[in-house]
């Protein structure tokens, strides 16, 4: 696993470079302790006395990067193996002598073997992993300097639909670029994720919380947010949460936590989001399986927190097949380990229903890609599928009403090929507009919604607007992730006004400001909806007539 480590050594040299940064622009960061960049146009400085900060549990020391003070890996939680696993996060136990941060935490524990057996996609994503141990609750903070600015902060949680991942599996994920260029603190983080942050014992024995512990671990790291970004010139009363794919979701899930109140006031969701949690009638019994599958009694939960966590996940998976026909019969698509609608640590009913619940007041930021699936990426041969062939392509999805839904998107997207046709079916926006119009219903806060298309010139231009694609758009990091863009100025063009615009709706609510065209709120009248592209364009309901056909 020294993938990481190559990537983040070559990024040290990279990033600057690769967005323009000058050597005047560097000349202006902070003078700390001797560290303002020389004659030589020294870039990294790291050694005793160089930015070290405190926090409530002990001092810690980074590195400044090009003028960006760099915290990587530092505990906001105690480990949670042992007696640990299964419950609610502790914070970790104090440090006397100067913790040195300059290197990720682990990630939570998940299945590494064959991780990058795809070629493709490790080439495309660039996964960096590390170490897995269940002593993973570590925050990473980039800041433009350690003073009382009170810079507005943003937190930003990984993808990996709640099983895998963590917060540097993407070169993209980092934070330099986007501290600078909007002078913020940017902060990412590692959590339980899978069947040891999600696994719901209640029914067994075990605490009330087992089910959504993974989240709270979340709120844990959003109060040490709290308590301690202010020591890295961060205002812990600006907060924004940010995520991706299954970090959307694990964005919309925090909105719907009592625990998590007060502790951040914007968000952004980003191809994912979900509108309620796992079925607790589902969740118990699945959490009662395991125990079966583990050869214990229901009570026996110390036993269970002995076992490896290797071995425990292989448990909880078997138990999810074990359990495939009481979630159809539940009517659960997707079985398995996330966030658990307890009607205690998270709402038990529909996300946004509550028009006085606290996140009413929490504007948002809604994003899907044109693309998330692109079936011919990697097969050119299907970019001259036929529309009848698309028809049968979708029928394991849709069934009967594959016929009606190809030929409503033909339709409305008559300039598109049958293989874009198909694309745009498999990711269609159903679930983004859906969140949109729960939350703007809460008549509390602004929602704007997004729809990226921006085609990357890579892969004979078979890539499209991808899952994960926009990510590095938003953060500055188009040259940073090279295997999503290609670089160069045709990306960054469209970067820096995506990347602008978030920061304005960081600081003040509201995206506009950043370079795009006027953005306006959505309605579910008029479903506005900006299309990000190299000429981007706000857009009525853009897919609004193919969309009806999914109903």
């Excluded at 810079?151 to 949680?157: E, N, Q, S, T, Y």
């Excluded at 019969?329 to 509550?354: C, H, K, Q, T």
């Amino acid at each position: 696993m020294k993938s990481s480590r190559r990537n983040f050594i070559q990024s040290l040299g990279v990033v600057g470079a690769g967005l323009g940064i000058s050597s005047e622009t560097l000349a202006h960061a902070k003078d700390i302790k001797g560290t303002k960049p020389n004659s030589d146009d020294q870039q990294l400085f790291v050694g005793d006395n160089i930015a070290i900060t405190n926090t409530e549990h002990g001092k810690v020391r980074g590195f400044i990067l090009r003028g960006i003070n760099t915290f990587l890996g530092i505990p906001y939680g105690a480990d949670t193996s042992g007696k640990n696993r299964f419950m609610p996060p502790q914070k970790p136990s104090a440090w006397t002598e100067i913790k040195p941060t300059l290197w990720w935490g682990n990630s939570a524990p998940q299945i590494m073997e064959k991780r990058y057996a795809n070629t493709y996609a490790s080439f495309v994503d660039h996964w960096n992993y590390d170490d897995v141990s269940e002593d993973c609750l570590k925050i990473n903070v980039w800041t433009p300097a350690l003073d009382a600015q009170k810079r507005p902060v943003l937190v930003w949680l990984h993808g990996g639909g709640f099983v895998n991942g963590n917060a540097i599996e993407q070169d993209g994920y980092h934070g330099e670029n986007i501290s600078r260029l909007g002078n913020i603190v940017f902060c990412s983080l590692n959590h339980r994720l899978g069947a040891l942050g999600y696994s719901h014992l209640k029914a067994a024995g075990g605490h009330p919380a087992s089910g959504n512990v993974g989240n709270l671990d979340m709120v844990l790291a959003l109060e040490w947010v709290k308590n301690n970004i202010v020591n890295f010139g961060g205002d812990p009363n600006n907060v924004t949460i940010m995520g991706q794919s299954g970090g959307g979701s694990k964005v919309t899930t925090l909105m719907n936590m009592p625990s998590a109140k007060g502790l951040f006031h914007k968000a952004v969701v980003l191809s994912g989001g979900s509108l309620t949690g796992v079925n607790k009638e589902y969740a118990e019994k699945l959490g009662q399986k395991v125990m079966e599958e583990a050869g214990l009694k229901n009570g026996e939960i110390e036993k269970l927190q002995q076992i490896p966590w290797r071995e425990y996940i292989d448990i909880a998976d078997r138990s999810v097949v074990k359990m495939s026909e009481e979630a159809k019969r539940l009517n659960i698509a997707r079985g398995g380990f996330s966030p658990v609608a307890d009607g205690e640590y998270m709402n038990g009913g529909a996300f946004f229903a509550d028009s006085n619940h606290f996140s009413a007041d929490v504007p948002v930021i809604i994003c899907s890609t044109f693309n998330e699936q692109s079936p011919s990426r990697t097969d050119a041969k299907l970019e001259g599928i036929t529309l009848a062939e698309v028809e049968e392509k979708i029928k394991p999805r849709f069934g009967q009403k594959s016929s009606e839904i190809v030929e409503a998107y033909a339709k409305n997207f008559p300039k598109a090929r049958p293989v874009e046709i198909w694309s745009m079916i498999l990711s269609n926006r159903k679930n983004a507009v859906a969140i949109a119009d729960a939350k703007v219903s809460q008549k509390k806060a602004p929602v704007y919604l997004a729809w990226f298309g921006w085609q990357p010139p890579l892969f004979d231009g078979r890539m499209r607007a991808f899952h994960c694609d926009d990510i590095c758009f938003w953060f500055y990091n188009t040259d940073l992730m090279l295997t999503h863009t290609g670089g160069g100025k045709r990306p960054r063009a469209l970067s820096e006004k995506m990347s602008k615009s978030l920061l304005s709706f960081i600081k003040t609510s509201n995206p506009n400001g950043g370079g795009l065209p006027t953005w306006k709120p959505y309605t579910t009248q008029n479903g506005e909806t900006m299309i990000l592209d190299d000429n981007s364009v706000l857009a009525n309901n853009p897919d609004g007539e193919a969309r009806k056909s999914l109903a």
